[in-house]
């Protein structure tokens, strides 16, 4: 293989082809999706990090989550679209990463994801170190495997 070319003359992919979902008759849509965080770290896996992808998948509104499974360092989820036409799930998956790392920013200098100025369950929550986000999960909460299985009536 040279410059990303095999022997035979065809391109070679790095990762599989994800054509855009189609609305067929009585067929449903459900995408597998991966959520990873860039550089990779395992600091996923907590109750805050949990919450904060709870409330930014309600933000997210035109994909529904079901079954998720939050790791260390990646999150898997299905989804189905929640409205048609549905956008793209790279352009969905990254707004959803945005909201989650508001929501982080937002607990660990203290206040609340919607500005009330309270960690939500009414204990101070303590700044982060200049190491930023990912130095201060692991401290702020114990880490632990966290999969959920939420309201059915979304999907």
């Not at 709870?54 to 989820?77: E, F, K, N, Q």
């Not at 990463?97 to 939500?120: C, F, N, W, Y």
Request: aromatic share 6%; charged share 20%.
């Amino acid at each position: 293989m040279r410059n990303g070319i095999v022997n035979n003359g065809l391109p070679q992919r790095k990762r599989p082809v994800h054509p855009p979902p189609l609305e067929r008759h009585n067929e449903p849509v459900i995408l597998f999706v991966t959520l990873a965080t860039r550089p990779r770290g395992a600091f996923l896996a907590n109750a805050v990090v949990r919450t904060a992808f709870i409330d930014a998948c309600a933000d997210a509104d035109t994909w529904s989550v079901g079954r998720y499974v939050i790791m260390p360092d990646h999150i898997h989820l299905f989804c189905a679209p929640a409205k048609w036409p549905a956008p793209g799930i790279k352009r969905w998956s990254g707004y959803v990463k945005e909201r989650i790392t508001k929501r982080l920013k937002a607990i660990l200098a203290g206040g609340s994801p919607v500005g009330d100025g309270s960690a939500g369950d009414g204990s101070a929550q303590p700044r982060p170190p200049s190491g930023g986000i990912r130095d201060a999960l692991p401290g702020l909460m114990e880490g632990e495997p966290v999969a959920s299985r939420p309201d059915p009536s979304r999907l």
